[in-house]
């Protein structure tokens, strides 16, 4: 028996060298991997960089300016500013910058009285340099004059459009009178306008119901 035991104790020399190694370390797969690099990561509470701070303007920056009875932030480019006024889009706002010899990506606020003056009279007169495609309101019908609306004076001139339909009761004046769709759109599902009404009973008048409640008393 003491042989036996001495013989299982005694290591063979390929269990030695395993039992020597040291382990190597087992390769992490993807989803481990995942989770070592979000332990890694700040938590919201912990801030990593400070926050960037808004570049400080001179104290000649104009952060309002009214041009064409509108008020236009001195922090957009000038054609983003343009496109405030009632009447001017994308393009035409680059038109006026071109023609006034101003850069597009100017800030407005940087803008001196000189270059804001020579959008106001770029402004003036778009009807005269713009190509008559580019104007919003062409073949006037009093003047037959091609040109462009801006402001308020696109409300005036709608006003004036529709009352003159109205008077001369054409069918777009008609259908502007009843409050109904104008260029020809369905009705039947579309475009129905206040309270939904269902099935609902007729009223009866005092008169009648009292006579009925005569009947019922004899």
């Known amino acids: 028996m003491d042989d036996r035991e001495q013989k299982s104790e005694q290591a063979t020399p390929e269990q030695a060298k395993t039992q020597a190694e040291p382990k190597k370390p087992t390769e992490a797969g993807p989803d481990q991997q995942k ?21 400080e303007h001179d104290e000649n920056f104009n952060y309002i300016i009214r041009i064409a009875n509108s008020d236009i932030n001195g922090e957009r480019s000038v054609v983003q500013g343009l496109t405030q006024i009632k009447g001017i889009g994308r393009h035409m706002a680059v038109f006026i910058a071109d023609t006034a010899g101003i850069d597009r990506k100017l800030k407005f606020g940087n803008l001196a009285e000189s270059d804001i003056q020579k959008l106001k009279d770029a402004l003036e007169n778009i009807d005269e340099t713009a190509p008559v495609w580019m104007l919003n309101h062409r073949k006037d019908l009093y003047t037959g004059e091609d040109m462009h609306l801006i402001s308020t004076d696109i409300a ?24 109904l769709k104008v260029r020809g759109q369905r009705t039947s599902s579309n475009g129905r306008k206040g309270l939904a009404l269902g099935v609902s009973k007729r009223r009866e008048a005092p008169a009648a119901a009292g006579k009925k409640e005569e009947k019922k008393e004899t």
Do not use: F
């Open 156 to 179: 005036t001139r709608l006003r004036d459009d529709v009352n003159l339909m109205k008077m001369i009761r054409c069918y777009r004046g008609v259908r502007h009178e009843l409050g």
């Open 35 to 55: 989770r070592k690099e979000k332990k890694g990561k700040p938590g919201p509470s912990e801030s990593v960089e400070a926050p960037v701070k808004k570049k």
